[in-house]
C-alpha cells in the first residue's frame, strides 16, 4: 500500500461514520480510528492490540506505534456558520498552501529559532515554510508557488489535518 493509498484511507474516515478501519494483507497491517473512537478508549470503554487503558482520572497518551500499526485520529469539525465574521471575498491571486499529512505544526526548525516565514516575506517555489511532526518525524514543508505571504493560519505547535490550510500566499 502506498501513501497516497493511505491518504485516501484517511479522507474516508474522516467523510463517513466509520469509528474504525483495519486492513490487514501478508505484509502490511494498518488501524486507523476516528476521534470518537478514540475518546471511548480514554474513558476505560474500549481497548487496543491487547493494551487496557485506565479510567477517566488518568491522563492517558496514545498506544505506542508500532511499524506494523498506524493510528490516527481526527479533531471534531467546528461548525462554521456559528461564527459571525463574514467570509472573504475570494481573491484570485490568493493561493493557498495545505498541509500534506496529519501532525503537529511548528513555525520554526526549533524554540529558539525564528520562523522560517512570516507575514509579508517574498517566497520562492521549493523555500522551507514550516515543519509538520508525524510519528516523530520532522517533515519541511516547501513552497509550490512564487509570492509574497499574507496570512499565516495556524499558532506553532497545532495540530493539524490532512489538506488543512496553512498559509494564504499573494501570487506574484
Not at 72 to 80: G, I, Q
Amino acid at each position: 500500500m502506498d501513501f497516497k493509498q493511505i491518504k485516501e484511507l484517511i479522507r474516508l474516515v474522516n467523510q463517513t461514520d466509520l469509528s474504525e478501519l483495519k486492513i490487514e494483507t501478508e505484509n502490511f497491517k494498518i488501524s486507523l480510528r476516528s476521534k470518537g473512537y478514540t475518546e471511548a478508549v480514554n474513558k476505560g470503554k474500549a481497548s487496543v492490540s491487547g493494551v487496557s487503558f485506565p479510567s477517566v482520572q488518568q491522563t492517558v497518551q496514545e498506544p505506542n506505534v508500532t511499524p506494523q500499526t498506524i493510528a490516527v485520529t481526527t479533531p471534531t469539525k467546528v461548525d462554521s456558520s456559528a461564527n459571525d465574521i463574514p467570509a472573504k471575498p475570494k481573491n484570485d491571486k490568493l493561493f493557498t498552501i495545505k498541509s500534506p499529512m496529519i501532525g503537529t505544526f511548528y513555525r520554526s526548525s526549533s524554540p529558539d529559532k525564528p520562523p522560517y516565514i512570516k507575514i509579508g516575506d517574498t517566497i520562492s517555489k521549493g523555500d522551507v515554510l514550516c515543519i509538520v511532526e508525524a510519528m516523530k518525524l520532522f517533515n519541511e514543508i516547501e513552497s509550490e508557488v512564487n509570492g509574497k505571504v499574507v496570512e499565516v493560519l495556524l499558532d506553532d505547535s497545532s495540530p493539524v489535518e490532512y489538506d488543512q490550510e496553512l498559509f494564504r500566499v499573494e501570487l506574484i
